[in-house]
């Protein structure tokens, strides 16, 4: 979650965040790097996210399904 004033926003690109280009962004990234633990991508993504992007302020979800055998999903959200 990236808290926006989108009031200006006037159905403009321009005016807000291109989340396709985050995406892709965001998924060069992780993709380029080595993590061992959801914790680290989590930081290392806001973080990359909030310099690239020039966001004060987000709140990021990372999960891993299956990650573990008894559990459906392993979560990890950070606000930053």
């Known amino acids: 979650m990236i808290p926006l ?33 959801i ?8 973080t990359f996210i909030k310099t690239t992007f020039s966001i004060q302020q987000l709140t990021l979800k990372v999960s891993k399904p299956h990650a573990v055998s008894n559990a459906g999903l392993i979560q990890v959200i950070i606000e930053r």
Not at 5 to 20: E, K
């Open 5 to 37: 004033d989108i009031s200006r926003c006037n159905d403009t690109l321009t005016n807000t965040i291109d989340y396709a280009q985050l995406c892709d962004k965001v998924t060069t990234f992780v993709s380029s790097q080595s993590f061992q633990l």
């Open 39 to 46: 914790e680290t991508v989590a930081e290392q993504v806001a």
